[in-house]
């Protein structure tokens, strides 16, 4: 079992940057894969970035060039660094992990953090 706790939200001006964290607790951490997620009010929960054991990433066009995703394998932590933040990046933020790259779907969720843009 996996426990997951965000934090980091919180509200900002539209251009500004927020960094939100993630700790991992109760098995190996460098072997997961970490995923960042965020669901909007009345849209559906959406895929914003991944890092793997092996810390290479991806992420959703949205946001690329603007956050970045990073892991400290020591602090069993993961991070979303967000930049040039806009009004449309506002919603509740959640941190997962999955086993292995090959598993169907993420199999641990955090609480959620909320990240408010204001234009």
């Known amino acids: 079992q996996v426990q997951l706790v965000e934090s980091g939200g919180g509200l900002v001006q539209a251009g500004g940057s927020l960094r939100l964290s993630c700790a991992a607790s109760?098995?190996?951490?460098?072997?997961?894969?970490m995923g960042w997620f965020r669901q909007a009010p009345g849209k559906e929960r959406e895929f914003v970035a991944r890092i793997r054991w092996s810390s290479s990433t991806s992420y959703a066009d949205s946001v690329k060039g603007r956050f970045t995703i990073s892991r400290d394998n020591v602090k069993n932590t993961v991070y979303l660094q967000m930049n040039t933040l806009k009004p449309e990046d506002t919603a509740v933020y959640y941190c997962?992990?999955?086993?292995?790259?090959?598993?169907?779907?993420?199999?641990?969720w955090g609480q959620g953090t909320q990240v408010t843009v204001s234009s």
């Open positions: 109760g098995r190996t951490f460098s072997s997961l894969v």
């Open positions: 997962a992990a999955k086993d292995s790259d090959f598993a169907p779907a993420y199999r641990y």
